[in-house]
């Protein structure tokens, strides 16, 4: 990807890549984001979509308040006319930790094992990418479409 101006992107390094995204992601959607970056980006590269996984899931965010995020403990301190009146705000605490999303306890074991194989291929402690394809769907309670050029 050429830079075109000031305004276009920067050039993605000529460096493997690895793209993790939720499906179900509102605030960085992986049909508009996450797959349009993998598609742009040099090869070696691999994408993962998990199924049921939104924003959050990828963080700690959503074992705060009960299993209601950051959000549930900021209503519990008193801030729920405040969170209602920024609702981007709300938003973007909640999503990936409330329904429709799947537990967190469900999508943590796929990221963890994601970031853990990519990282062994990367600096060379596997020299074949071990659980990075195809064959991991159906390992772990959430679906997850994989992609590599």
């Known amino acids: 990807m050429a830079s ?37 980006a040099p090869a070696p590269s691999r994408y993962w979509e998990i199924e049921a996984v939104g924003h959050n899931g990828f963080d700690d965010f959503c074992t ?40 967190i306890d469900d999508a943590h074991p796929i990221v963890r094992h994601a970031v853990t194989a990519w990282f062994r291929w990367l600096f060379g402690t596997d020299a074949d990418r071990v659980g990075l ?6 390992a772990f309670p959430l679906a997850i479409t994989i992609a590599a050029k």
């Open 4 to 40: 075109g101006g000031p305004d276009a992107p920067a050039p993605y390094p000529e460096r493997p890549s690895f793209f993790l995204a939720g499906a179900l992601d509102g605030i960085v959607p992986a049909d508009t984001v996450t797959r349009p970056a993998f598609e742009g």
């Open 64 to 103: 705060f308040g009960n299993g209601t995020g950051i959000i549930g403990v900021a209503d519990a301190s008193g801030l729920g006319a405040f969170l209602d009146s920024q609702p981007a705000l709300r938003c973007l605490g909640e999503d990936g930790c409330v329904d429709p999303a799947a537990p």
């Open 133 to 138: 394809d195809a064959e991991v769907d159906g």
